[in-house]
């Protein structure tokens, strides 16, 4: 792989596979009524529901925003993906970005032979500080602008290097699905599930969200 975690990220990432594969087993519909079996289904619901899980494990998650206005190098647009607030550690707070298929966020339908092989390097499951995320969107950036050379053909300005940090580095706006299980008071695995199942329904969940 292109990038190597850390035992923190190795832990959130696992934690993020197993929400995953719980809603792929789960086999239900999302709040907008369609499926979200294999992250097919409704990109919004699929991430509000691994935050959840993430949440109910203890882990301050949250579903993040980005929006940027158009300039002479990059159009407007915005992106959702994730991320973990990290409080409790020596270098203060630390903050991860959780992106659930970050193969498909490189993917060239005319790449190369040597690009595709590079973007399948990735990990499916991104989970990195923004500093590691940098890295690696300079690494594919700078390959993709090889190969479109190569191929005498245009760069799209959505594959260049600004606008794919713009997805991810832009000011965002942070929606927690549900507050937050204290550590302290984690319930037991097969429990977790349950418990957001559970909350899901309720007729008055509260919604936090932070700007």
């Known amino acids: 792989m292109i990038c190597r975690s850390n035992s923190a990220e190795s832990k959130i990432?696992?934690?993020t596979k197993e929400a995953v594969k719980e809603i792929e087993r789960s086999g239900g519909g999302?709040?907008?009524g369609r499926s979200v079996l294999a992250m097919t289904g409704c990109r919004s619901c699929m991430m509000r529901e691994v935050s959840g899980r993430l949440r109910n494990a203890g882990y301050d998650s949250a579903v993040c925003k980005t929006k940027w206005k158009s300039s002479q190098h990059?159009?407007?647009?915005?992106?959702?993906?994730?991320?973990?607030v990290q409080r409790n550690t020596k270098k203060g707070e630390v903050r991860l970005i959780i992106e659930l298929n970050l193969r498909a966020e490189f993917e060239?339908?005319?790449?190369?032979?040597?690009?595709?092989?590079?973007v399948?390097?990735?990990?499916?499951?991104?989970?990195?500080?923004?500093?590691?995320?940098?890295?690696?969107?300079?690494v594919i950036c700078g390959a993709a602008k090889k190969c479109m050379k190569e191929k005498k053909m245009h760069l799209g300005p959505w594959r260049k290097q600004r606008y794919m940090q713009a997805k991810w580095l832009s000011p965002c706006e942070r929606t927690m699905s549900m507050?937050?299980?204290?550590?302290?008071?984690?319930?037991?695995?097969?429990?977790?599930?349950?418990?957001?199942?559970?909350?899901?329904?309720?007729?008055?969940?509260?919604?936090?969200?932070?700007?």
Do not use: W
């Not at 507050?179 to 418990?195: D, F, W």
């Open 13 to 15: 990432r696992n934690a």
């Open 120 to 138: 399948r390097r990735l990990p499916e499951i991104f989970v990195g500080k923004v500093e590691k995320l940098q890295g690696v969107i300079k």
């Open 30 to 32: 999302c709040a907008c």
């Open 179 to 211: 507050p937050l299980v204290p550590s302290s008071r984690l319930p037991k695995p097969k429990a977790s599930m349950l418990t957001v199942d559970f909350l899901d329904k309720l007729p008055n969940r509260t919604a936090l969200e932070v700007v």
């Open 74 to 84: 990059i159009p407007s647009g915005e992106h959702t993906f994730l991320d973990v």
């Open 108 to 118: 060239m339908a005319r790449g190369s032979e040597e690009y595709n092989r590079l």
